[in-house]
């Protein structure tokens, strides 16, 4: 009898590793599946009001629908889809009125941001990051290198605030303003390198006031490069901000 007992106890616990490896390898896939479409998204290789249709994609990454389920969840959870129907969402689109009041939240929250963190930004930090952007020129990868340099910068200050709502308020409208589409990309790789290295600048000397110049300069001139290619003008930066 107590043999009997003990196997029938192996035999109600053999599952569970299992189990436990389905749901781990379904994680991993969701994870795979979120960086594979963030990434598509953010790079514009799936334009603004592009249906994404849950079954047709799990069948053509030939992944199964729980961990495409999770991810789109997660993709539209975050801004980058919007659900359509229960099983189908479509990449957001932004407006050019949208962009350019998001951009101005964007000046208002991360000069706060900087404020709050220049004090308390380390050193080596700052110089790692500047080292990084300066290595962009060499980079083969330019334009994926320059995004990560890019969002680094501009989560850097949020995230040393010590205001945890403010860094989630700054990366949510970010997203916003890098789905913006225009009818030809930003090429402003060495514009944006100048631009963060005299933020920096002005952040290892720890003045304040230069480096909320530099941030609001280099928010502007985005905004100003945005509005010359809707309207068919040149490029030229801004060299002031007020």
Same mark, same amino acid.
């Given at each position: 009898m107590a043999a009997r007992s003990h196997t029938r106890r192996k035999?109600?616990?053999?599952?569970a590793p299992r189990a436990a490896s389905r749901a781990e390898s379904e994680g991993n896939l969701s994870?795979?599946?979120?960086?594979?479409?963030?990434?598509?998204?953010?790079?514009?290789?799936?334009?603004?009001?592009?249906?994404?249709?849950?079954?047709?994609?799990?069948?053509?990454?030939?992944?199964?629908?729980?961990?495409?389920?999770e991810a789109l969840g997660r993709l539209?959870?975050?801004?980058? @889809?919007? *659900?359509?129907?229960? &099983?189908?969402? /479509?990449?957001?689109?932004?407006?050019?009125?949208?962009?350019?009041?998001?951009?101005r939240v964007r000046e208002?929250?991360?000069?706060?941001?900087?404020?709050?963190?220049?004090?308390?930004v380390p050193e080596d930090v700052l110089l790692d990051l500047a080292a990084r952007i300066k290595d962009l020129a060499g980079a083969q990868e330019q334009e994926s290198a320059h995004w990560q340099t890019d969002d680094r910068l501009h989560m850097l200050f949020p995230e040393y605030s010590g205001n945890a709502v403010l860094a989630r308020l700054v990366s949510e409208i970010r997203v916003t303003t890098r789905?913006?589409? @225009?009818? *030809?990309?930003?090429? &402003?790789?060495? /514009?944006?390198?100048?631009?963060?290295?005299?933020?920096?600048?002005?952040?290892?000397?720890?003045?304040?006031?230069?480096?909320?110049?530099?941030?609001?300069?280099?928010?502007?001139?985005?905004?100003?490069?945005?509005m010359q290619i809707m309207t068919g003008g040149s490029s030229t930066l801004i060299d002031n901000a007020t």
């Open positions: 035999t109600d616990i053999a599952p994870e795979r599946v979120y960086r594979q479409l963030s990434e598509m998204i953010l790079e514009k290789k799936l334009p603004g009001g592009t249906a994404i249709v849950e079954g047709r994609l799990a069948d053509e990454l030939d992944v199964s629908r729980t961990p495409m389920r539209a959870g975050e801004g980058l @889809l919007v *659900r359509t129907t229960p &099983r189908s969402y /479509s990449v957001r689109r932004v407006s050019p009125s949208e962009f350019f009041q998001s951009m208002i929250l991360e000069t706060e941001a900087l404020d709050m963190a220049i004090d308390r789905l913006f589409e @225009l009818s *030809r990309p930003f090429d &402003r790789v060495k /514009s944006d390198g100048a631009e963060h290295l005299a933020i920096i600048e002005a952040c290892l000397k720890r003045d304040r006031r230069a480096a909320r110049e530099a941030l609001l300069r280099h928010l502007r001139n985005l905004q100003r490069e945005a």
